[in-house]
């Protein structure tokens, strides 16, 4: 099983609610990402996980909050988000974090904020 | 700073034509690289990759792609495309210091005609 899924497909929020998004893989992968990916333009890296801890921020604001409860899970908590949030955020999966780890991506969530 | 650069925004190809997308990357070493293909509205799946060693890479759906170290160069081929072939393409590349994280150029759409 190869298989990255993220839930729901699609999230529509006003700037005042709080969200999350899920993302879970079943291939005792050590190493999780989340992406933002703009229309037309390629993924922009959030943050990493590895091993359920932090390893990479990439300076992300707050209102984006990681969550890893399980080597399995990875949540990433929504609040107060602006209108420019609107994206596709994927989820990616890899053994580790050595160069040689291929990341599997996730189909993502389509995030509309109004 | 590694950068990569797809020339190409946007490639039409005819049906059982064949096909390269190009790709260049900046960076004084050799750094891992990666081809990936993103169908409208999915994740990203990773078509091929290289490391080291044979610098003609085979990866699925019939792709394959050639390290060009001279060239600074890692483009993709297919010798026939298929009308399912219609996708984004994106070259990334990852760097000893950054493992972990993968910087993707802007992408290459494909158009299929029949």
């Known amino acids: 099983d190869t298989e990255v899924t993220q839930t729901p497909k699609h999230l529509v929020m006003g700037m005042t609610n709080k969200k999350s998004l899920k993302c879970e893989q079943h291939?005792?992968?050590?190493?999780m990402y989340w992406y933002k990916q703009k229309a037309k333009k390629p993924p922009e890296l959030m943050f990493v996980y590895s091993y359920e801890k932090l390893s990479i921020n990439e300076s992300v604001p707050s209102r984006f909050s990681p969550e890893c409860p399980n080597s399995s899970l990875l949540n990433l908590h929504l609040h107060a988000l602006q209108p420019e949030d609107s994206a596709l955020y994927l989820c990616?999966?890899?053994?580790?974090?050595?160069?040689?780890?291929?990341?599997?991506f996730g189909p993502g969530t389509r995030l509309t904020v109004l | 700073a590694q950068s990569v650069t797809q020339p190409d925004i946007h490639i039409t190809v005819s049906e059982g034509a064949s096909l390269e997308l190009r790709c260049n990357y900046s960076?004084?070493?050799?750094?891992?690289l990666f081809w990936y293909v993103q169908s409208p509205g999915q994740g990203l799946q990773l078509l091929l990759k290289y490391f080291s060693g044979d610098t003609l890479v085979q990866g699925i759906k019939g792709f394959e792609a050639e390290f060009k170290r001279s060239q600074s160069s890692f483009n993709l081929r297919k010798p026939s495309v298929h009308w399912s072939d219609a996708a984004e393409y994106f070259c990334?590349?990852?760097?000893?210091?950054?493992?972990?994280?993968?910087?993707f150029g802007d992408g290459t759409t494909l158009t299929v005609k029949p």
């Open positions: 990334a590349v990852v760097i000893n210091t950054n493992a972990g994280k993968s910087t």
């Open positions: 291939m005792g992968h050590r190493a």
């Open positions: 960076y004084g070493a050799t750094p891992y």
């Open positions: 990616a999966s890899s053994q580790g974090v050595l160069m040689t780890d291929t990341q599997y």
